[in-house]
Nanobody, 115 residues
Framework: QVQLVESGGGLVQAGGSLRLACEAS????????MGWYRQAPGNQRELVAD???????NYADSVKGRFTISRDNAKNTVYLQMTSLKPEDTAVYYC?????????WGQGTQVTVSS
């Protein structure tokens, strides 16, 4: 079992930047992907990015070139650096990890981008 705690959300103007962090309550084996999802009102939750140790990453087409996911295994933390933010990036962002065929989610952090 693991708890995930996100931080770093907030209100930002279009074109601005935010950095999200997600700290796990215990060590996650480095080869297990950790990721960020988001859910806007009325929409399904969607994958934003995920990462496996060693630098292998995967991004949604809508954020490629603007968002960067990184991971610090020593701190049990995964980050999402978001730049050139757009109003359509407004959503609740969730950290995710799948362990032993069970999905774990953080409580979510709100990101609001004003135009």
């Amino acid at each position: 079992q693991v708890q995930l705690v996100e931080s770093g959300g907030g209100l930002v103007q279009a074109g601005g930047s935010l950095r999200l962090a997600c700290e796990a309550s215990r060590r996650i084996f480095s080869l297990i992907p950790m990721g960020w999802y988001r859910q806007a009102p009325g929409n399904q939750r969607e994958l934003v990015a995920d990462i496996v140790s060693g630098g292998r990453t995967n991004y949604a087409d809508s954020v490629k070139g603007r968002f960067t996911i990184s991971r610090d295994n020593a701190k049990n933390t995964v980050y999402l650096q978001m730049t050139s933010l757009k109003p359509e990036d407004t959503a609740v962002y969730y950290c995710h990890v799948r362990l032993a065929d069970k999905d774990y989610w953080g409580q979510g952090t709100q990101v609001t981008v004003s135009s």
